[in-house]
């Protein structure tokens, strides 16, 4: 079965081409994963977004973050002014997020290869003080190519933060670059527990998820979610022109109609 | 007088006191000083981490453990703590407005025989060019106990540079305030603002100045941002000729702080003993270095006979 998240991806269309900004290929990619996280694992409260005892989700492939406003707004974190207003003067959502800005989102990202690395303090932090949070944290794999993000999954082994769970949108736009691209045989070989799974099936998600036994000391996990970029709009699909580039009326319409 | 290895056991003491004092101190270094911490490690058990080699990782894993409401300290040697990893300090801790303390050893060129890899003289431009952050520079162990104390839970990112000499002056403890210098002489026609180590040759050769003529005011920094503008402007005001001491390149440093901030007084004469903008590539003892330089004592009485006293017979001469 097929998760597609239609109306989210209406919503990031809408939203990316009244702000004149964003990546809407990259949000597809990652809409369902993120969408799946907040409705079903995260334990998060919009009434209530700095709750010591909540889950933390980190979007460190923070172009993708159309996907988490939307998401964000679902949830009640956010309104439909706030989505309404971005890109704009005024407004609080920006083409990569801000958390001193935006209620839910736990780090500010952008720069690629520091999301992760910041969430690994996260967990080590939330060990120390014996909290039973958990952190997901969310990586492209083109981000994968940052020295940091390898770093940082030695350490997290090596730490044994069984409290840490790092899903790769395994969207093909390493391989693009460099074809050797084995991402499973290599978060194994720094120790990690690897699962792949269909990133957008629910039932393949939420069955890697399900599996992973969130502990204080223990193996971090790492879920590779397979992905198309752009995924369902065909003419998203992919890794062509559409990476940054903001529809026109008639191209919006096109897209809207493809999700209907 | 404080040897080589002074300032950096004071560190590890400090962080043993004040780690058994707040369980909320954290300590992650980049496999360095891992043997004098062990005190630490072992009083404060799960909050001391020798990350290893990885130091833009540590840096990140900081600014997580702040956000948990952890003080965290990073220790590793300067380059590769404030130039490798720059962005990190200024996205995962500035950005985010998040405190931590960031301490360096390896100031400047302290690492004399290694190489410009290892050396660091840009140090308080970089930081300086970042909101929501501060500089220390103790050259004392009681300085560093002291700054240590009154910055880590600021909320900012502290720079405490970490020389490996000290300057050998004792100071009472309430003239150990951060953000505050210290006037350790009066003077009437010149004042030296000294920073780190080097408060010990401006003192050595105020004795060879006021033998020429020179009544000179020492003014010594241990925090060099926020600078003590008020400290600054008053004694300026008073001797219209400064001479600004300082183990870093002109661009960010000290003395281009003091021209700003005494830029509107007239009649002020500047001048500056600072490392050129170029690599240091010679080798040989931190002395040898700093001799070589003109950062010493000689070096200063030279510069200011060249700067001040030349212009001063040439001024007194044209008047005639």
Redesign the interface.
């Known amino acids: 079965m097929t998760m597609m998240n239609n109306d989210l991806r209406r919503t990031i269309i809408d939203v990316v081409y009244r702000g004149k900004d964003g990546h809407i290929p990259s949000a597809f990619s990652i809409v369902d994963i993120v969408a799946l996280l907040y409705r079903e694992y995260l334990k998060v409260d919009p009434h209530h977004p700095q709750d010591p005892s909540r889950d933390y989700f980190i979007l460190s492939k923070g172009h993708g973050c159309v996907a988490l406003y939307v998401v964000l707004a679902e949830r009640g974190f956010l309104s439909q002014h706030d989505l309404d207003t971005f890109c704009t003067s005024g407004g609080i959502l920006g083409e990569h997020p801000d958390c001193t800005k935006v209620p839910g989102v736990e780090a500010s990202t952008g720069s690629l290869g520091h999301g992760f690395p910041f969430a690994v303090g996260l967990a080590l932090g939330l060990r120390i003080l014996s909290m039973t949070n958990r952190i997901f944290v969310l990586v492209g794999d083109g981000e994968c190519h940052e020295g940091t993000v390898w770093e940082a999954a030695h350490v997290a082994n090596n730490l044994q933060l069984g409290n840490l769970c790092v899903i790769v949108d395994w969207n093909g736009s390493a391989a693009q670059l460099m074809p050797r691209d084995d991402l499973p045989a290599k978060w194994r070989a720094f120790g990690w527990e690897a699962r792949v799974a269909d990133g957008h099936s629910e039932p393949e998600l939420r069955a890697a998820f399900d599996r992973i036994v969130f502990q204080p000391t223990g193996s971090p996990t790492v879920v590779i979610a397979k992905t198309v970029k752009g995924k369902g709009v065909p003419m998203l699909e992919g890794h062509g022109v559409w990476h940054h580039r903001i529809p026109t009326a008639a191209e919006r319409q096109q897209m809207r109609e493809a999700l209907a | 007088m404080g040897g080589p290895n002074v300032m950096r056991q004071q560190f590890a003491d400090t962080l043993l006191q004040v780690g058994r004092e707040d369980p909320r101190l954290?300590v992650l270094v980049g496999d360095i000083s891992h043997f004098i911490l062990q005190p630490f490690a072992q009083a404060c058990p799960?909050?001391y981490?020798n990350?290893?080699i990885?130091e833009?990782?540590i840096l990140?894993?900081?600014?997580?453990?702040?956000?948990?409401?952890?003080s965290?300290v990073v220790h590793t040697i300067a380059p590769f703590l404030v130039e490798r990893s720059f962005?990190?300090i200024k996205?995962?801790f500035c950005?985010?407005?998040l405190g931590g303390t960031l301490i360096t050893v390896g100031s400047a060129f302290d690492y004399s025989n290694l190489g410009c890899t290892h050396h660091c003289y840009d140090d308080f431009a970089l930081l300086k060019s970042l909101p929501n952050t501060q500089i220390v520079y103790p050259a004392s162990a009681e300085e560093f106990d002291g700054l240590f104390r009154q910055t880590y839970r600021s909320g900012k990112v502290t720079l405490v540079r970490l020389p490996s000499q000290a300057h050998g002056q004792a100071f009472r403890q309430e003239e150990i305030r951060f953000g505050s210098g210290v006037k350790l002489t009066d003077g009437s026609n010149l004042t030296l603002i000294a920073t780190g180590p080097h408060l010990r040759n401006a003192l050595a050769a105020r004795e060879t100045l006021g033998d020429m003529g020179w009544q000179t005011e020492i003014l010594y920094l241990h925090t060099i941002h926020p600078i003590d503008t008020e400290l600054i402007r008053a004694s300026v005001r008073k001797t219209r000729q400064v001479l600004v001491v300082e183990e870093h390149v002109w661009t960010g440093g000290v003395g281009s702080d003091v021209l700003r901030v005494t830029r509107d007084i007239p009649r002020v004469r500047h001048a500056f003993l600072h490392l050129p903008e170029t690599f240091v590539r010679e080798y040989g003892t931190y002395e040898e270095h700093c001799e070589r330089l003109g950062l010493s004592r000689n070096g200063i009485v030279k510069k200011v006979e060249t700067e001040f006293r030349a212009r001063t017979t040439l001024a007194a001469g044209s008047q005639a």
Do not use: I, N, W
């Open positions: 954290v799960g909050r981490y990350v290893g990885c833009p990782t990140s894993m900081a600014a997580g453990l702040a956000k948990t409401g952890f965290p962005e990190q996205l995962d950005y985010q407005r």
